[in-house]
Each structure stands twice: as structure tokens, then as C-alpha cells.
């Protein structure tokens, strides 16, 4: 369990009895209505503070629930792990994917699209799946347009089908046009 986990799971420990002792104080459940030095007799039958009670006692409930579901990874499941891995399991075991594969995956796609001259890629990861960022200088006189929805597509194609990863988005930076030295004709 991480620090964040377990520091929630305390927390909705936390609530969870205060909440119960809260809406035993007001109903009642106390004899006496001092505690701890304190006069707490406009609590006894305020069911308003009851409601209250029950309110802390729900949250406390929700916060054990949410942080301490330690539920596993079903088969063909997958997570991208905060290292630069995805990480697929299997019946027979874990299969994790370096970034960087999938970095020369998209070279490899960018390579079929006809037009391109040089290709700079990035990868972030989200829930949803990984986003890929490509820097591309483009070969004169082709529409960019079209030169760039063909690249997303291989490039979410091809990353999709080899490593079995959600693609959530492919994003394009046109970042300069490749041009060859023009040879000056002297006069």
C-alpha cells in the first residue's frame, strides 16, 4: 500500500468511528451529557446532528473502500506504470513495453507514410491510453493536411496492433518543411 493509501485509509478509519460515536452521542447512547469536560447536551436528540453523523460515517465508509481495494489484474489487463513500462498481464505471467519500443514503433509507421523526412517522438501516458507527440519536417510540396491524418492513423495503427496498447491520441507537430540546398546559377 502506498503513503497516499494508507494515509486516506487512516483517514476514513478516522471518520468512520467518529462518525459512529457522533451519532451515539446524539441519540442518546451516552450517559451523562458531559465528555471529556465538554457539556454536549444540545447534541442529545438533534437529529439534525444525527444526519451529520451518518454523513461522516458514509465518507469514512467510502475513503476505506476507494484506497484499500487491492484488487489484482485480470488477464489481458493492462497499466502504464509510472516508469516509461506498459505493462500487460497475462495467464502466465507480466509483459511490460519500454516507451522506447514504442518510440521506434512509431518511426517504424512513420517510415510507410510517404512525404516525411524526419520524425522526433515523444510519449505520455494517461488513463485512457497512450498519447504520442511527433515532430516531423515534411518534404516540399505536399499538402499537410492530408500528409498528417495519414500519419496519425499509421501511427495509431501500427502502435495499436504491435504492442495490443490503447492509442488515445496522436499528436502532430509540422515543424519545419525539408528543403535542399539551392544551387545558385552565377550570372
Known amino acids: 500500500m502506498t503513503g497516499v493509501k494508507a494515509f486516506f485509509t487512516i483517514v476514513g478509519i478516522i471518520l468512520l468511528i467518529g462518525g459512529l460515536l457522533f451519532v451515539f452521542l446524539t441519540l442518546g447512547l451516552f450517559p451523562g451529557n458531559m465528555f471529556l469536560g465538554l457539556d454536549l447536551s444540545h447534541f442529545i436528540n438533534n437529529y439534525s446532528y444525527t444526519a451529520f453523523g451518518f454523513l461522516i460515517v458514509v465518507v469514512g465508509v467510502l475513503l476505506i473502500a476507494l484506497f484499500t481495494s487491492g484488487r489484482t489484474r485480470a488477464k489481458g489487463e493492462e497499466k502504464i506504470s509510472e516508469t516509461g513500462n506498459i505493462v500487460s498481464y497475462t495467464e502466465i505471467g507480466e509483459v511490460r513495453i519500454s516507451f522506447k ?87
Open 101 to 187: 519500443a514504442v518510440e521506434n514503433m512509431v518511426l517504424a509507421a512513420s517510415r510507410r507514410v510517404n512525404g516525411i523526412r524526419e520524425v522526433i517522438t515523444r510519449i505520455d501516458a494517461i488513463e485512457q491510453g497512450l498519447i504520442i507527440y511527433v515532430r516531423v519536417k515534411v518534404l516540399p510540396d505536399i499538402p499537410i493536411p492530408a500528409l498528417a491524418g495519414e500519419l496519425q492513423r499509421q501511427v495509431r495503427d501500427y502502435v495499436q496492433e504491435i504492442s495490443g496498447t490503447n492509442v488515445s491520441e496522436v499528436k502532430v507537430l509540422v515543424e519545419n518543411i525539408a528543403q535542399d540546398k539551392i544551387q545558385k546559377t552565377p550570372r
